[in-house]
């Protein structure tokens, strides 16, 4: 077989066998098939697409590239959530102990952030003491003991995704709904959890810009777990505007914490408890979505789902107390408040353009390598929808940087008011699979 062959059977049109695909991710892993090769199919496969049995065939390959976690030592059913990125998006942070209140297994492995997203291992660490890095069996007992873990990555899982996406990264070729479905169900399916849940964000903060690839992107995903028989659902939800108020790392924590003690955003809390229910579901808890949206906010009323957040971050290291007194969290410099300078309804807060914002006053990563502020960010004082009067707050930052004057300006145009009323976003817009 040769890459060659490969590469053109791709750039014309037609579909590659499964040999073909082992042949490429095998070689390419081991370094027998260069990064020009690689790219080159890359960018066939962005402009001709693939079909579902390749999409299938190519996460399988990548899938077995390298380790796939064993958790059937962990006592009933294992769940995993997802989500594909958004601006202040701290839904693990809320849902992960909310349905363990609840008796579901989560054995949950997470990301970092990078460029206008955010990721819970980064947010995780802005409480003292927690640590992420956590081995295979300390993972699965802490799973058997609380029934909750968020780590980073053990081992040495998809590696074929480690050196593909970070060619794509280079390549423009990031944004190819067969790449992004292989990549990111290749990783879910090797950490070994029965179910998963996968968040599909759609709008300006997000990487589907619209619903439309969105919906193609988590039909895709849905099917590729049926093939390989793990039960999967996804539900589109609203990425155009930041979730919740907080955008920041120790920001969001508290946030998270606030949800937790039932004083939390509106749309975080309706995404928690319809995710949540979801997941009871999958994991036969409650079969009911109502009875199971019940359940959940009992267990935020009767705070046994903070308490489960505590749980959490005590297994992991991290000193409680910051969950109670925020003042513990580091804090920036510099506040900022940003005041309307007209009056009117909120119509539009591009969640891109908040997120670029958050990152440059130090919240995120432009780059891998970047160290994170976790102090700094933006608290969001409306949303759309909501009406404002001239000089009345929109947001406030915090930052550590001097000479951010242009950030601040870009995020008082970030949002757009006008005198018309708006309709609030709704945040669930389809539950695929
Ligand atoms: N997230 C991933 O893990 N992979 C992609 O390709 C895109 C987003």
Not at 193 to 206: C, E, P, Q, R, Y
């Amino acid at each position: 077989m040769q890459m060659t062959d490969i590469i053109l059977k791709k750039r014309d049109g037609f579909e590659l066998s499964k040999e073909e695909i082992a042949f490429f991710i095998k070689n390419y892993v081991n370094n027998i098939i260069p990064d020009y090769q690689a790219s080159a199919l890359a960018m066939a496969i962005y402009f001709q697409g693939m079909n579902k049995k390749e999409i299938s065939f190519l996460t399988d390959s990548m899938l077995h590239s390298g380790e796939i976690i064993d958790l059937s030592s962990i006592n009933g059913v294992k769940i995993d959530k997802h989500s594909t990125g958004g601006v202040g998006d701290k839904t693990s942070l809320v849902l992960g102990p909310l349905v363990a209140s609840c008796g579901a297994k989560v054995a949950k492995m997470s990301g970092r952030g990078l460029g206008h997203t955010g990721g819970t291992l980064d947010k995780l660490e802005s409480i003292k003491g927690v640590s992420v890095n956590v081995s295979k069996e300390n993972f699965i007992k802490q799973v058997n003991d609380i029934g909750i873990a968020i780590i980073g990555q053990t081992g040495d899982l998809v590696p074929a995704d480690k050196k593909l996406y970070a060619l794509r990264d280079v390549t423009a070729t990031v944004d190819s709904i067969p790449l992004i479905a292989s990549s990111i169900m290749s990783k879910k399916l090797a950490s070994g959890a029965d179910t998963i849940l996968l968040d599909v964000k759609f709008g300006s903060g997000a990487f589907m810009k619209d619903i439309k690839s969105a919906e193609e992107l988590a039909s895709t995903m849905v099917e590729i777990g049926k093939h390989l028989n793990r039960d999967t659902k996804a539900v589109l939800t609203d990425m155009d505007q930041p979730l919740g108020m907080a955008i920041g790392n120790s920001l969001e924590v508290i946030e998270a914490c606030e949800t937790l003690k039932g004083r939390g955003p509106k749309d975080l809390v309706e995404l928690c408890l319809n995710l949540g229910a979801i997941i009871l579901k999958q994991a036969h808890i409650e079969e009911d979505i109502e009875k199971g949206k019940v359940l959940l906010q009992s267990k935020i009323d009767n705070l046994e789902a903070f308490k489960k957040l505590e749980e959490l971050i005590k297994y992991q290291g991290g000193d409680i107390s910051y969950l109670e007194d925020y003042s513990k969290f580091e804090k920036s410099k510099y506040q900022k408040e940003i005041y309307s300078s007209k009056e009117g309804y909120v119509e539009k807060i591009s969640a891109l353009e908040i997120g670029e914002c958050a990152m440059h006053l130090g919240a995120g990563r432009a780059t891998k390598d970047d160290v994170i502020d976790m102090a700094s960010g933006i608290v969001l004082n409306k949303k759309v929808g909501d009406f404002v009067k001239k000089g009345e707050l929109l947001l406030t930052c915090y930052t550590n940087k001097e000479n951010v004057e242009e950030i601040y300006k870009d995020l008082e145009n970030s949002y757009i008011i006008v005198q018309n009323k708006v309709p609030n976003h709704k945040i669930i817009h389809e539950i695929i699979g």
